[in-house]
């Protein structure tokens, strides 16, 4: 599995190290894989400010067919767009709040030769965020991540299609 994650700086993120390593955590309890991370991307003409991070599932081959992309709408548009061709065959799973790009975000979507997509449940075009720490988890969580992480089922698709929004 690949999992993009969107560095953010937003004042509510003191120190990032704590995101990702929540979010690690929060990989192992729901999948019981070790995910590492493969390449950190910087901002461009700024090699000091981490853009985002891709993180790899350990044994590498574990669950190869999934993608998971994480961050604020603007930079999954951009990220989607610009790594089409690596979501061939792969099931996308995609964080992100729709806001005022939905039909931006459907019509990328809708180029994408994935076998199936799934996004974030949307409640008036906006991901429902906790603090993730009222559950032990070092980050803001989507509801659709919460209640995947407390899904009793045990096939990842069922999970998906029972806590995500399928649009494809």
């Known amino acids: 599995m690949i999992y993009i994650l969107q560095h953010s700086y937003k004042k509510e ?18 999948f019981k894989l070790y995910f590492v991370i ?16 891709i993180l790899e599932s350990f ?3 574990s669950m190869n067919n999934f993608y998971v992309v994480v961050g604020d709408t603007n930079f999954v548009i951009e990220y989607i767009n ?6 061939n065959g792969k099931t996308l ?16 979507l809708s180029t994408l030769k994935c076998t199936s997509i799934y996004l974030t449940r949307q409640n008036n ?12 988890l070092n980050f803001k969580i989507t509801l ?13 698709i069922e ?6 929004e399928r649009i494809k």
């Open 13 to 30: 993120y003191k120190n990032f190290n704590t995101e990702i390593i929540g979010r690690k955590d929060y990989l192992y309890n729901v």
């Open 38 to 53: 493969k390449k950190t991307v910087y901002l461009k003409g700024n090699f000091t400010l981490p853009q985002y991070y």
């Open 59 to 61: 044994p590498f081959s």
């Open 82 to 87: 610009t790594h089409k061709e690596e979501f």
């Open 93 to 108: 799973v995609i964080i992100t709040c729709v806001k005022n790009n939905k039909k931006k975000i459907n019509r990328l």
């Open 125 to 136: 075009d906006e991901a429902d965020y906790y603090d993730g720490s009222k559950w032990g």
């Open 144 to 156: 659709s991540e919460l209640d995947f992480y407390n899904s009793n089922k045990n096939n990842i």
């Open 159 to 164: 999970k998906l299609n029972e806590n995500f």
